[in-house]
């Protein structure tokens, strides 16, 4: 476990591995957030639903089990909050692996398997109702590379090596009001040296393509 918040290890991780040529494909961007916040990269966004981004960050609408991008193109490929969506995570890890270069890097986050807001996440299928909850827009979750044995199973059996995996035990306030009245004693656990007791909010890896 490392100091520090999912985001802060996240951007460290990125941060420091960048440079002024680094061009980094980002699997899922959203709002391109996390790409701009490098300050030296040329940034490919990838993602179902584009935003205008900033300069030197180009957006793609695509697919991640079969990314519009040809071999070896990038240094970097990091997915933030993606892979819990992904129905085969084995597929995209053999686009990402595709795509990076000889010793590129992949760096994800992502929630793990039985963190609780996951596991409720489970049992609510309705995704109309859980973006109500949550106050924004909720896609399908699968939670098929959450677990570490599991990242390490699949990203080992693809062709990566690991340089790092580590767990992160912040607490995770939501946007509902009710729901984080019914969560607080746990967010509570999560703030104290009881966390160990619980699983972690999510997993931050760092590994390396052989």
């Known amino acids: 476990m490392k100091d520090g918040t999912v985001e802060e290890i996240f951007l460290r991780e990125i941060n420091k591995i960048t440079h002024k040529d680094t061009v980094i494909v980002d699997i899922g961007c959203g709002d391109n957030r996390y790409v701009s916040a490098v300050e030296k990269r040329q940034g490919i966004g990838i993602d179902e639903d584009v935003y205008p981004g900033l300069d030197k960050t180009y957006f793609i609408l695509g697919d991640a089990d079969n990314i519009p991008l040809k071999d070896n193109c990038c240094h970097i490929v990091i997915a933030h909050w993606s892979m819990e969506h992904v129905r085969n995570p084995e597929k995209v890890v053999r686009e990402i ?18 963190y609780f807001t996951s596991l409720a996440s489970s049992v609510i299928p309705w995704i109309t109702l859980k973006s109500r909850l949550m106050g924004w827009r909720v896609y399908p979750t699968y939670y098929r590379f959450n677990t570490p044995d599991v990242i390490r199973k699949i990203l080992n059996s693809v062709g990566f090596n690991e340089v790092s995996l580590n ?25 104290s040296n009881w966390c160990g007791i619980l699983p972690p909010r999510a997993t931050v890896g760092v590994f390396i393509k052989k």
Do not use: Q
């Not at 990076?100 to 992502?110: D, E, K, R, V, Y």
């Not at 912040?170 to 967010?187: D, F, G, K, M, V």
């Open 97 to 114: 692996h595709r795509i990076l270069n000889n010793s590129g890097t992949f760096i994800f986050a992502t929630p793990h398997r039985y």
């Open 167 to 191: 767990s992160t035990y912040e607490p995770h306030w939501t946007a509902s009001r009710i729901l984080n009245l019914l969560i607080w004693p746990l967010n509570y656990v999560y703030k």
